[in-house]
Structures are given as structure tokens and as C-alpha cells.
């Protein structure tokens, strides 16, 4: 929860889902103001509905629904009024399972539904828009991915060598080792960006870059409480120093990495983080 007249609210997709979408989250605002979200990338596309006010997205505009590919840029919001948006994180590579095309072909976009020769997430759409409630919408998306689970035909040594990676990168998020991944995947590191920009939209050493600086960002915000300088934040997270993580982080969230710090402290609203079910 941001503050009282703005709320965020998670929910898990199907159990079947899960592998694919990390989680479904609905965020609702009554104060009537004009906000601006910064949305910094975390490695996964996603999609969101926007069923009440005023809302438009970088890149889609004005719109009922739009995607957003994985990005290696700051993705903004802009919302006013009363707003109800409902979302769909898609896991690093559930777009290109769920959806049936490859990842890299909507990097670093945000698109309208009508962008895509898809007639089932037009009617998607539609079901959205005039459902009667929240949880309506969520039994939808559930229905609607589940359908398209059931008629893809998974590479599941694709899948296999992603998750190898995935798991090295996420155990080990502030160094990076390309020759050692390819080889725990059983392919050349050429094969294995192939892969990746297939399948994530993104290389191997780029989700890397995502994954520091969301775990330097995970520490920024506790850095109240632990005493933590930046300085310590950009050794230990892999950086080669300050001045290596004030560009990545420039780079990738639009913001320093004190102006994170403030942020955290006072106007965190301003700033979103991937979400993750708890």
C-alpha cells in the first residue's frame, strides 16, 4: 500500500499458471490527483487493463489495455483521478510460453492490443473492461491463460536451460560468469543469448544487469534501518564503484541511487519495483 487513497492488492494466478505468470495485482486510487509512476524493469513483461479514470502508458498512450515488453528502460504511468488498473506479471519467460510469440519482437515496447493479429486478447480485453468486479477479472485471466497453456507446444530444454540460468544469476545477482552459465545450459553462449532473446526478450548479461539493481535497489531501501552507505551498496552488490551503479542505475530506472534513498523515505509512491507474490 502506498498511502490511504492508494491501494495495491496481489493475487496469485492458478497453481498450473505459476511457472509463467509470477502474479496477477490490481492497484486502485480514489484521491482524484494526477500521479506519474516510474516502473523500473525487473526482466519480466507484463500486461495491464486500465478499467477506470484517466490512465496512459509510455509508448501505448491512452488505452484500455496495453503490453509492455521487457525493457532496459524506465517505463512511466501516468494516471488521474479515480483509477482501477488490473495487471498480469508474466515471469521472465511466460510471454513467449503464454502468448506464442518470441519475446524480442515487443522489446522495449508498449503496445495497444490492437498492435497484435490476436483476436483472443482482443476479446480479452473486452471481458475486462466490462466484468462486474475484481475477482471476476481475475477468474478471466485465469481462464484465458490457462487455454492458451493447454495448446502450446513447450521447448522444455529451452525452458530447462533458462531456469539453470535464471537460478546461477538470482543465487549470485552481483556477478556474472557467461561461459559458465552456457555451459551449466549445455550450449555455447552465443545459443544461450539466442535463447534468451527468444524466450525473455533480453541477454543473459543484460537480466543480469536487471537483477543487480533491483537487489541494489532491495538494499537502498532498507539503508535507514542497516546504516548502509551507497558506496558499500555498489561494492557488495558488484558495481565496480558509486560511479558504475550511479549509471546503471540512471541507465535503468531514470532515478540515482539517492534518489531512490529519498524516495524510499518519503515519496515512494513515485517509484514501483517488480512485484512479487509473498
Known sequence: MIDDAIKIRIVAPAVALRNFIKTYWVLSSYDGLQHVQHIVPNGCAGIIFYRLGVVSMSGAGEANAALAGTTMKPIE???????????????????????????????????????FSDKGLMELEDRIMTAANVPQCFALLDSFFLKQLAKTKMNQFNLQRINSVLKNIKACPESFNMKDYASAACVSPRQ?????????????????????????????????????????????CGYYDLSHMNA??????????KNILLSSQTERGNYSWGLERE
Open 248 to 257: 546503471e542505475f540512471r541507465s535503468i530506472c531514470g532515478a540515482t541511487p
Open 192 to 236: 544461450l543469448t539466442r535463447i534468451f532473446e527468444e524466450y525473455v526478450g533480453i541477454s543473459p548479461n543484460d537480466l543480469f544487469r536487471l537483477y543487480r539493481c533491483n537487489s541494489a535497489i532491495a538494499k537502498i531501501r532498507k539503508v535507514k534501518e542497516s546504516g548502509y552507505k551507497l558506496t558499500e551498496i555498489a561494492y557488495e
Open 77 to 115: 504511468i501516468l494516471r488521474k483521478g479515480q483509477a482501477e488498473m488490473i495487471g498480469v506479471q508474466f515471469s521472465e519467460f511466460g510471454l513467449r510460453v503464454l502468448l506464442g510469440f518470441p519475446a524480442d519482437e515487443v522489446y522495449q515496447k508498449v503496445s495497444r492490443f490492437d498492435a
